[in-house]
């Protein structure tokens, strides 16, 4: 199987995480990806153009990294990114879709920057900068409380964790994103997770694609 990817997108990097907590870099291959190139590869294999894309023997593929994250979390038990069931459940689909906005959010602002300035929309970066700091507001104040509390060292990540985490790594590609300056409790479960093997190895796996 071949997982196309960037070493900018947050998605990407969600995936690339959850391939090494899954225990699957001898059956997933990471191919890097140039999207929006017209010649890029990708476009061969998956019409839309989006990544993190995941390339099947069999010529199929799928993305949409909830898909993807379901589909690596099949293909080596135990499962760790379903969604709990009894009393758990509705909190749990709250945290992980404020989680996801926090990462959509993050991602249309990461985009806009990367225009060439006088196509940029002020407009767009201002809603998505505020829209940024209210969420990392919100999850200074809710980190503390499960699905978000920080996993032990042996406790595996959930999808919650991997979305909120993936949205405040967003830091390294915006840089107006200063959500560490009024979010103690966030820096401090933000470095705990950038700290742990799997994380290490997937950033490196992004960073150093022809070491892969
Ligand atoms: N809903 C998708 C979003 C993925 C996405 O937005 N990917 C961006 C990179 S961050 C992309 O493929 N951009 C290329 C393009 O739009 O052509 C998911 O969850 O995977």
């Not at 017209?38 to 799928?62: Q, T, Y």
Request: hydrophobic share 40%.
């Amino acid at each position: 199987m071949k997982l196309y990817v960037t070493p900018t997108s947050p998605y990407a990097r969600l995936m690339l995480i959850v391939r090494r907590e899954k225990g699957l870099e001898d059956r997933v291959e990471v191919v890097h990806t140039r999207t929006r190139n017209p010649d890029d590869p990708l476009l061969a294999v998956n019409p839309s153009g989006r990544i993190p894309f995941l390339l099947l023997p069999d010529g199929s593929g799928f993305e949409d990294t909830e898909v993807l994250v379901d589909y690596f979390d099949a293909l080596s038990p135990p499962r760790q990114f379903a969604v709990p069931t009894g009393a758990e459940y509705w909190p749990f689909r709250r945290i992980l879709a404020m989680a996801r906005s926090f990462i959509d959010g993050g991602s249309v602002w990461g985009r806009e920057i990367i225009r060439p300035e006088i196509e940029q929309s002020p407009m767009i970066i201002d809603h998505e900068k505020r829209r940024a700091e209210r969420l990392a507001a919100f999850f200074e104040s809710s980190v503390v409380d499960p699905p978000l509390t920080e996993p032990g060292p042996d406790q595996p990540l959930n999808m919650p964790q991997l979305l909120l985490f993936c949205a405040l790594d967003l830091e390294r590609r915006v840089p107006e994103f200063h959500w560490r300056d009024s979010c103690v409790q966030l820096v401090t479960w933000f470095d705990r997770i950038r700290s742990r093997p799997s994380v290490q190895q997937a950033f490196a796996d992004a960073e150093s694609p022809r070491q892969i």
